[in-house]
């Protein structure tokens, strides 16, 4: 038995969840998100305990592989929709800028031109201050993914510490060459 599947996933108040034709469909405060599961797996929505409980048909090894997998992706949907993701990168650099224009986000990272990139329908882009990014939204893979996107542009160097890290990550400085004078 997977010890991920097996426990049940908590609906919080203010969340509505439906499951038809093996797409989960979540409505919370922030937000709606429709997520296909796999047609195998059965989910068994109880309101009144307000649980989702997910079980499988068989012992077989891919329906052990999808059981802890599905009530993974079920609690990402829920909480998605009642807390939403967010991720917040840093840019480093002199001359290092990021804005918002619309649905852009506009960056100038030390290249020859300025990097310009379409922000997805369902994502919330925010630039506090020039050097601060924050990608929120619903969906915790279309979160990660845009915030990796934008971080891809220009990673952050371990020389000189330039370029878009986020906020929690560690970039581990290294010497520069030392220069050795000759006898």
Known sequence: MSRLGKIPVEIPDGVKLSYRDGVLTAEGPKGKMS????????????????????????????????HGLTRSLIAGAIKGVHLGYEKKLEVIGVGYTAKVTGK?????LGFSHPIAMQIPDGLTVKTPTQT????????????????????????????????????DEVVRRKAGKTFVTGA
């Open 104 to 108: 852009t986000l506009a960056m100038t």
């Open 35 to 66: 997520q296909p599961l796999h047609p195998e797996m059965a989910i068994k929505i109880d309101a009144a305990a307000k649980k989702v409980v997910v079980t499988r048909p068989s012992e077989a090894r891919k329906h052990l592989e999808l």
């Open 132 to 167: 601060m990014i924050e990608v929120s939204g619903v969906d915790k893979r279309l979160v990660g993914q845009f915030a990796a996107d934008v971080r891809f542009n220009r990673p952050c160097e371990p020389y000189n510490s330039k370029g878009v890290k986020y906020t």
